[in-house]
């Protein structure tokens, strides 16, 4: 999971990198309509398309991505709560020998990662293991 995650993370950061360095500071929002008169050889289907992926909505869509991630991440391990017995041993792994998660975050977690890593399954380095 880790090396998903550090592959993840990176082609992210690579994507916004790329947006931050082409961004315009009225590149916010262009539409169909702009794409089409700066560049004929677009067709409006084209175009609208393309305004998915100009450096404003990458760059939006990026930190949304990292914070998500985040989020993702910092997701607790369920904590005793004074009905039941036991918290799970993730909460104090020094104190398991060989600590597991048995309150099911982590296959929540590592669910969650492996759908949004799917989405850059076209990307160099991907691995099929990682799939979903
Ligand atoms: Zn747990």
Same mark, same amino acid.
């Given at each position: 999971m880790t090396e998903l995650i550090a592959w993840l993370r $990176?082609?992210? /950061?690579?994507d916004l990198a790329k947006a931050r360095d082409v961004?315009?500071?009225d590149d916010q929002w262009y539409t169909a309509r702009d794409l089409f008169e700066e560049a004929p050889c677009v067709d409006w289907d084209e175009g609208e398309f393309l305004t998915l992926y100009t450096p404003g909505v990458v760059? $939006?869509?990026c /930190?949304?991505?990292?914070?998500?991630i985040d989020a993702i991440m910092a997701m607790p391990h369920y904590a005793w709560d004074g009905r039941s017995e036991y918290g799970c041993p993730?909460?104090?792994p020094d104190a398991y020998a060989g600590p597991v998660c048995t309150c099911g975050r982590d296959a929540i977690v590592n669910r969650l990662l492996r759908i949004?890593?799917?989405g850059y399954r076209h990307r160099?380095?991907?691995q099929e293991g990682w799939a979903p």
């Open positions: $990176a082609t992210i /950061e690579g961004v315009q500071p760059i $939006a869509r /930190e949304a991505e990292l914070a998500e993730m909460l104090d949004k890593a799917s160099p380095g991907w």
